[in-house]
């Protein structure tokens, strides 16, 4: 193998293009299971604790998962890349993807307090329930860092050219540093929902997720392909900003009105946060004095009853589909392949019309 990280990948053969979705993502969670098992095997020298320490940070990270952030970045290398092109030299970059995720999963379940994620307890729960909660605060704030460095430490054995890597690395970068930005945003926001906004939960929408879920992974696969491609970085930009804020209004339906054996999630968890989403912003927009005065005080049952009356998840709805058709026609015209441009329609819908 040309990278010793795909040593043991669980695909026959590396995939070349065109992939499919199945394939492509096989390639990545295969990459993934050989980096994370030479990762625990170095723990395992220093002490055992950590080895087990390390296995939860993998089991974490392989445990599903839509892993929409490297269908993107490939897609949108895709986009512009040779159709001979090998890929394998690529799947380190898409890996460190889903480890940054896993970062930002953990991390965000600590602070909303969430109980599971995919169907599973959360990385707090499962080190609370072995040492207690002080213990399992830290031990999660703990697997979030080491999975950040672990990305770190995968992106760079990425098979290209310094000079492509140095634009790769900064991409990545920026994408980080948004979604932080976005994160502390999404908790200022539940500090002072009174203070907050439609706007200003559309604009934690678009660092939190919008950035790092489809406009920077889409980004950075063009990076990938090395060269100037503007016409495409603007089509890019506006397919993965619309879609990406399209994402998470789903995400805010699904958070109200999910069913959690579907989301692996508990039911109206951010209605129990207190978090002001764009549904919640806009339920109070249309509610009546009554309604407005009943959502302060009502439980979260009585509070989803509510922002259903108010007619606020129809809009959201609305606004999903906009985005959705305003992200497609960013696309029609642009210089990219005809496959990556069909891919980049389906993957439009199939990430916001979506029951988890």
Not at 179 to 189: E, I, K, S, T
Not at 316 to 344: F, K, Q, Y
Request: aromatic letters at 6%.
């Amino acid at each position: 193998m040309a990278n010793h990280t795909l040593e043991g990948n669980r695909l026959e053969a590396i995939p070349r293009q065109p992939v499919s979705h199945r394939a492509l993502i096989g390639a990545v969670e295969g990459t993934l299971a050989d980096f994370l098992a030479c990762q625990i095997a170095s723990l395992d020298t220093v002490d055992t604790a950590l080895g087990g320490f390390a296995r939860t940070a993998r089991d974490l990270v392989m445990a599903g998962g839509k892993r929409v952030r490297p269908a993107f970045a490939y897609w949108g290398w895709r986009g512009v890349a040779d159709s001979t092109e090998p890929i394998e030299g690529l799947l380190p970059a898409l890996g460190a993807l889903e480890l940054m995720h896993t970062f930002a999963l953990v991390h965000d379940d600590l602070m909303d307090r969430s109980a599971t994620r995919r169907g599973r307890p959360t990385a707090h729960r499962i080190f609370a329930a072995q040492h207690g909660e002080q213990f399992g605060d830290s031990a999660a704030i703990l697997v979030g860092d080491l999975c950040l460095v672990w990305a770190d430490q995968l992106l760079a054995r990425t098979i290209l050219p310094p000079s492509v890597l140095l634009e790769v690395r900064a991409r990545y970068d920026r994408m980080r540093i948004e979604a932080v930005a976005g994160q502390y945003l999404d908790v200022l926001g539940e500090t002072t929902p009174s203070a907050w906004s439609v706007e200003r939960a559309l604009l934690v929408a678009r660092h939190k997720t919008a950035s790092y879920t489809v406009q920077w992974p889409l980004g950075f696969g063009l990076a990938l392909a090395g060269g100037t491609h503007p016409d495409l970085e603007e089509a890019y930009r506006i397919y993965g900003l619309a879609v990406g804020e399209a994402f998470q209004l789903r995400d805010d339906l699904l958070g109200v009105y999910g069913d959690p054996a579907v989301t692996g999630k508990p039911a109206s968890d951010d209605l129990r946060t207190g978090k002001p989403t764009t549904l919640l912003m806009l339920a109070r927009q249309m509610a009546s004095p009554a309604q407005l005065d009943e959502l302060a005080s009502a439980g979260v049952t009585r509070q989803a009853e509510i922002i259903a009356a108010t007619g606020a998840p129809a809009r959201v709805e609305e606004m999903i589909r906009s985005r959705v058709e305003e992200g497609v026609a960013a696309l029609a015209d642009a210089p990219i392949h005809p496959d990556a441009r069909a891919t980049l329609i389906e993957l439009a819908s199939a990430t916001t019309y979506r029951p988890a």
